[in-house]
């Protein structure tokens, strides 16, 4: 009743404080009605068609060489303790009997979706792999000039599986499109420095007792959910010794969206139990945790998204070499959400370097994560030029395959001029201090 | 059962004595060969396909293959060996060669430093070169209409070469269906596990048996001598057999490595030190996944359950109107153990003198090198035509069956099918039943 309380008052001073903050915060619930998955944050899926239309490059200019770091397609849960979680909560609630006819039904759709993904932990679903062949196979349609006959394709995959399959599904839709394509493959721990650092100093210091007290802050409102226990348990009281209710919301949740993932999307039954409200909640707690994590939160001293500065200056060491180049080609790189959207958010791709203390800001200031790394989630970086002697070279950022924003000045947006950006990132690396 | 299988091995040794001399030829003519299972197979030319039956076509590939060329997965074969001659350098216990054989550890080190385990360039051109060899081989089993269905094992020098092998296949037919998979899932069929044989493997009797063997084959007091300056620094501080072994399997390594054809280490042995060093490689693959009489006999049915899918694929196909393929991925050992139990060529050799072996012509690079793989060709005149031929290609070239067949190297599905059946059945019979009896 307490927890209640507290969210309908926190909502009513949301909603009193400022009107566009409710606006944005709506779009958020209207994507979440239209896609559940999107509540899921990293089990987002990437969309089937990519709609946004690519504007044409200044005259003259003429794409000739793309770098890219993207994200493995859609994949089954990578271990299985996100869903031994609640599953060990029904099965004790089942062997006291306190499961209602809705509870048991909803073990059955656990039971069968442990089912199909025993043995597959980790594993790229066929839906991963046809999000990987789109992407590829719209890569060589949208910039021919780029990947014509003969041109030399460098895939680099991080070692973990799923990133080699999605390199190869990728790279075999390519040559569906362009059967001359010159490609290489590679998936070594030599290049694991840069295609999936994870910065321990970092990760162990983001959660300070600040970031800490802030989240406490905003998750008491959203956590929990009581009208589920009701549905599920005969007796949620009772059952409240060994189901710890916000886990169990949460991870049930997870479980449900996490089906989208699989090819078929089969037995997405427990999806029904929530609504709309219920998934917003929990992606509302999901964007903030990604942001304290990956983001340029205050409340850690904004540092995280240099976890991926070694990426950054391999990206810009590898144009610096192929800029040389009269044909370089393409270099497609395949890793990981948690090296992805930190890269995204050190760059400041469409605004993802905010950096505030206040967690409230992220959703009316569009910092969403789902948008940012979905499953197949990429980011391209075309270059043009007019021909090799030209020194002018201009790039345009592709955020999950629709142009994006730098946060640098151009006269030529959605382009913008490589020393520039160069120049910003260089600057911006050489201010980090460990 | 054991006598007769002894009997027909002692008879079937007069007819392959003439292959005894020919592991030293080949092994002269390719020393990479001495590597054995770590022989990086080149595709090479087509071999030439013995036409079939008048009106038969092929429509079904059934296909396991080993990973292409890999770095060892065992970083201490280039870490320790790089330590003990740069240990003894820096005392001055190198002769001069063995400060040039040092130079070449440093490099071969260098190469496969963070690679562990990593397929090469020179797998990813094997797995290329063998779909390619296989779409121009059998061109009419690649159109637009057909499925082809790819798998690995979970293991990243398996993946990949799955990954090469289907960049070959897209390049090469517009449109084309394909469907890839590496899931754990699969393991029972792919790379499967047997606690029970895996014990047997290694008894004291085969043990004593390969110790002795091994003694018998070693003489490692040349290399030494020609290496290190000082006999009394190699007793107290080098264990020979080790560093010759180490020496060996580099070298055999070499072939895989960005340095190849800079540098060989096979120089330092000499021919008779390498057949002694691949005979005994060879007795030990022979005993862990061949038909040794020592442990029992049945080390290959440990690749029961993957024989079983083969012919469990095959019979399920057989209605299928349009071409269809399955490849798989695996180790080279699941490659070995299945050819010994298909009793391909002289794979499924009896017996238990380890020095016969070279005599019957069970070698390990021909069997299962790097690369290699064992196809299972279709064949029929059209879908309801009944009597469907098979061919099996080991590493490419048509291989012997131990059916009777009245247009070999074609044989008729449904003997292939009992033959096989039966004889897993009686393994399992005896093994399952092993207490009524």
Known sequence: MNIKLRYILSAVLLTGSCQWLTVSAQSVIDLIKKHPAYASCNYDIYPDSITAKLTPAPAGKKPFYISHYGRHGSRYISNRSGYDTPYYMMQHADSLEELTPTGEQVMRHMNSIMHDTEGRWGELTGYGKKQMQDIGRRMVQNFPEVLHPGAHVTCISTIVPRCIESMGSAAMEMLQACPQLKITMQASKRTQWYMNYQDRQLRRNYMTPEAQKAFDAYTATRMGNSRLMELVFKNPDIVKEFVNEEDFSYYLMKMGLFQLNTNYNRNTNLIGLFNTNDLYRMWQVDNVYWYIQHGACKLNGGNQPYSQRYLLKQIIADADSCLKLADPGAQLRFGHETVLLPLICLIGVNGYDLATDNLDDLEARGWWCSSAFPMAGNLQFIFYRSNPKDKDVLIKVLLNEEEATLPIATDCAPYYHWADFRQYCLNKLAGYKK | ?437
């Open chain 2, 1 to 437: 059962m054991k006598k007769l299988l002894v009997f027909i091995v002692t008879v079937a040794t007069a007819f392959s004595c003439i292959k005894a001399q020919s592991v030293v030829k080949e092994l002269q003519a390719d020393v990479n060969r001495a590597a054995g299972m770590f022989y990086a197979l080149p595709i090479g030319k087509m071999p030439k396909d013995t036409p079939p039956p008048a009106g038969k076509k092929p429509f079904y590939i059934n296909h396991y293959g080993c990973p292409g060329s890999y770095y060892l997965d065992k970083k201490e074969y280039y870490d320790e060996t790089f330590a003990t001659l740069t240990k003894a350098d820096s005392l001055g216990k190198l002769t001069k060669l063995g400060k040039d054989v040092l130079r070449r550890i440093q490099l071969l080190y260098q190469d496969a430093h963070n690679r562990e385990g990593e397929l090469t360039q020179v797998g990813a051109r094997q797995s290329r070169d063998m779909v390619k060899q296989l779409i121009e081989r059998y061109p009419d089993m690649f159109t637009t209409d057909g499925y082809y269905s790819v798998r690995s094992i979970v293991e990243n020098r398996s993946i990949m070469t799955m990954q090469e092998g289907l960049l070959q296949l897209s390049a090469m037919r517009q449109p084309i269906v394909i469907r890839s998979k590496a899931s754990m899932q699969e393991l029972k069929f792919m790379d499967p596990t047997d606690d029970l044989l895996t014990s047997q493997r290694l008894d004291s009797v085969t043990r004593i048996h390969y110790n002795r063997f091994v003694s018998l084959n070693s003489s490692d007091n040349r290399l030494m001598q020609s290496l290190f300056n000082d006999p009394y620094y190699v007793v107290s501080n080098i264990d020979a057999a080790k560093l010759s072994l180490q020496l060996f399997i580099l070298a055999g390594n070499v072939q895989h490595a960005n340095i190849d054809k800079k540098i060989t280490l096979w120089n330092i042995f000499t021919p008779e030190e390498i057949h002694q060093h691949w005979r005994k490689q060879n007795a030990w693959h022979y005993i862990n996944y061949g038909g040794c009489t020592l442990n029992g006999g049945y080390q290959a049915y440990l690749q029961r359950t993957v024989l079983r899918n083969m012919i469990h694929m095959g019979d399920s196909v057989v209605k299928r109107v349009n071409p269809l393929m399955h490849l798989r991925y695996t180790r080279e050992h699941v490659i070995m153990s299945l050819a010994c139990i298909m009793e391909l060529d002289n794979c499924g050799l009896h017996t238990d003198n380890l020095d016969s072996l070279e005599a019957y012509g069970w070698a390990n690079y021909r069997i299962a090198p790097l690369g290699g793989s064992i196809a299972m060709i279709h064949y029929r005149t059209n879908p309801s035509d009944t009597d469907v031929l098979v061919k099996v290609l080991l590493n490419g070239q048509e291989a012997r069956l131990p059916i009777k067949s009245d247009c070999a190297p074609y044989y008729h599905w449904n003997d292939v099918k009992r033959y096989y059946l039966r004889k897993l059945y009686r393994y399992e019979n005896r093994r399952f039943n092993f207490k009524k009896k």
